[in-house]
């Protein structure tokens, strides 16, 4: 059973405008979520962070928002840019264990 | 060279072969990961080790075997592979926390993309 789910796989969004990437998970014990990147051909790299005690983290264009009722968090980058086109992965871990990843969405900004 | 380093970054083998994956990490941390990534599905974690212990071991088939020989060193050792063994495999660091802990962020390698013919 995946414990953290990325429900669209992929998001095309046009230059300028807001991408939105989902993610839920079902572990309640979980107190730390993490977004990667990944283009092709090279490993996930760290994005954005945010811990279980808050409710939104923002670095520049990229903020990520963590709803603990709905088990729901979000990562939105604006504005978009051809170089942000990447698969994202959401990841989620409870203190002093493992990464547990979702799945990845692909984001195609469009120029 | 700085942070994870991973080679091959291609390998194509047969069903008999016996291969090793290598990786390196240059950023003093002392926990080390292998996953694999298949297509459209989540990083499946493999194996864990933390101070040079294997500390987790996701149900692995025992065609793959890891070893850590040092805390900067991690090697991934193949044999009679199979052709759903196909896959791009990464490797991350991380530091280890003073509770004995996982620290939260990995740094992942570029990875190497394995063909099992």
């Known amino acids: 059973d995946q414990q953290v789910k990325q429900n669209s796989p992929s998001l095309s969004v046009q230059e300028g405008r807001i991408s939105i990437l989902n993610c839920d998970y079902t572990?309640?014990?979980?107190?730390?979520f993490l977004w990667y990147k990944k283009y092709p051909a090279e490993g996930p790299t760290f994005l954005i962070s945010i811990s279980s005690i808050k409710d939104k983290n923002e670095d520049g264009r990229f903020t990520v928002f963590l709803n603990k009722s709905a088990k729901h968090l979000s990562l939105h980058i604006v504005p978009s840019q051809p170089g942000d086109s990447a698969v994202y992965f959401c990841a989620a871990r409870e203190y002093g264990n493992k990464l547990v990843f979702g799945a990845g969405t692909i984001l195609r900004v469009k120029s | 060279e700085t942070g994870v380093t991973q080679t091959p970054r291609h390998l194509v083998m047969g069903m008999t072969n016996k291969k090793s994956l290598k990786c390196e990490q240059h950023?003093?941390?002392?926990?080390m990961y292998w996953y694999k990534q298949s297509a459209k599905k989540p990083l499946e974690l493999m194996f864990v080790y933390s101070l040079e212990e294997r500390v987790e071991n996701n149900s692995v088939p025992s065609r793959f075997s890891p070893e850590c020989p040092n805390s900067s060193h991690l090697f991934l050792h193949l044999h009679t592979l199979q052709p759903e063994d196909s896959a791009l495999y990464l490797c991350a660091s991380s530091q280890v926390l003073a509770s004995g802990g996982l620290g939260n962020e990995q740094f992942f390698g570029p990875g190497t993309r394995l063909t099992v013919l």
């Open positions: 950023l003093g941390h002392n926990a």
């Open positions: 572990n309640s014990m979980f107190d730390y």
